[in-house]
């Protein structure tokens, strides 16, 4: 077991940021593949952004430039910027790790471990 621990959601307007973070423990973050996952009720969940072990990042196509991922390897920690947030990304956000890498970085079933979630919610 890897544990992830999210924060960082909250109830914001739409036009409005948030960070999220998720804390890594027990190994270095820097050797696994990271990921933002997110779910709405009544919806799949859907890949939002991952991170590679070099630091090459994926986005989906709803949040490119306004969501940055990025990583502290040296505090383990994940982290997902949302800058003009808008009602549809309301949701609760998951974060997920694997060791090897996946074919499809926004791909749930590649991820082995996932955190218990964080919600974000944006008014309009």
């Known amino acids: 077991q890897v544990p992830l621990v999210e924060s960082g959601g909250g109830s914001v307007q739409a036009g409005g940021s948030l960070r999220l973070s998720c804390a890594a423990s027990g190994y270095p973050a820097n050797i696994t593949y990271m990921a933002w996952f997110r779910q709405a009720p009544g919806k799949e969940r859907e890949g939002v952004a991952a991170?590679?072990?070099?630091?090459?990042?994926t986005y989906t196509d709803s949040v490119k430039g306004r969501f940055t991922i990025s990583k502290d390897n040296a505090k383990n920690t994940l982290y997902l910027q949302m800058n003009s947030l808008k009602p549809e990304d309301t949701a609760m956000h998951y974060c997920a790790s694997t060791f090897f890498r996946p074919s499809d970085a926004l791909g749930s079933w590649w991820y082995d471990y996932w955190g218990q979630g964080t919600q974000v919610t944006v008014s309009s």
């Open positions: 991170i590679d072990s070099d630091g090459t990042t």
